[in-house]
Each structure stands twice: as structure tokens, then as C-alpha cells.
């Protein structure tokens, strides 16, 4: 079983900027697909950026240009790094990997003010 720890949702300013850290609990990110989905009051969850293991990326129209997803294999962690942020991008952020099944995190919390 894999865990996925997240870490560094809060509380900015529109305009502001957060940075979120995925760690799994095991070394397979290397050889895994990971990513980020988001699910807001509400709403259904829905996709926000995707990395292959090659470091092919996918993103959601409404993040492209403002969200980047890298990874550090040899951290084993995986980064969301979300600039000019709008209250629209208030939601709990999920840390996704697939390998042979889908793995979810606990979800943080992200909160953009007016």
C-alpha cells in the first residue's frame, strides 16, 4: 500500500503563490505518473496538472501558464508550484499516482482571499 504525504496548502492573496509537496511512502515515483486533482465545495474533483515518468505534463485549462508540476526522482517527491492565484483555485488539493492502481492523499487545503 502507498501512502502519499502532502504538505503546503494555507491560506494567500489573490495574486500570491503556494507550493505543494507530494512524498510517497515508497520509491516508485520514478516509474509512476503523478499528479495533482482538486475538488472544491461543491464540485466534483477534477484534474489539475499530471507528470509522467519521463516528465510529460498535463494541465487543466484553467491553470495552464500559472501552474507548474515537476518532480525530483531523486526525492522522491513531486511539486505543484501554483503563481497568480485566484479565489476560483480555492479548494482541497489531492496528490494523485498511479501505479497499476490509482493512489490518493489526504488532501490539503487551499484557500485564495480577495
Known amino acids: 500500500q502507498v501512502q502519499l504525504v502532502e504538505s503546503g496548502g494555507g491560506l494567500v492573496q489573490a495574486g500570491g503563490s503556494l507550493r505543494l509537496t507530494c512524498a510517497p511512502s515508497?520509491?516508485?515515483?520514478?516509474?509512476?505518473?503523478m499528479g495533482w486533482y482538486r475538488q472544491a465545495p461543491g464540485k466534483q474533483r477534477e484534474l489539475v496538472a499530471l507528470?509522467?515518468?519521463?516528465?510529460?505534463?498535463n494541465y487543466a485549462d484553467s491553470v495552464e501558464g500559472r501552474f507548474t508540476i515537476f518532480r525530483d526522482n531523486g526525492k522522491n517527491t513531486v511539486y505543484l508550484q501554483m503563481d497568480s492565484l485566484k479565489p476560483e483555485d480555492t479548494a482541497v488539493y489531492y496528490c494523485?499516482?498511479?501505479?497499476?492502481?490509482?493512489?490518493w492523499g489526504q488532501g490539503t487545503q487551499v484557500t485564495v482571499s480577495s
Open positions: 507528470i509522467t515518468k519521463i516528465g510529460i505534463t
Open positions: 494523485y499516482l498511479y501505479y497499476y492502481t490509482d493512489y
Open positions: 515508497t520509491s516508485i515515483s520514478s516509474i509512476a505518473t
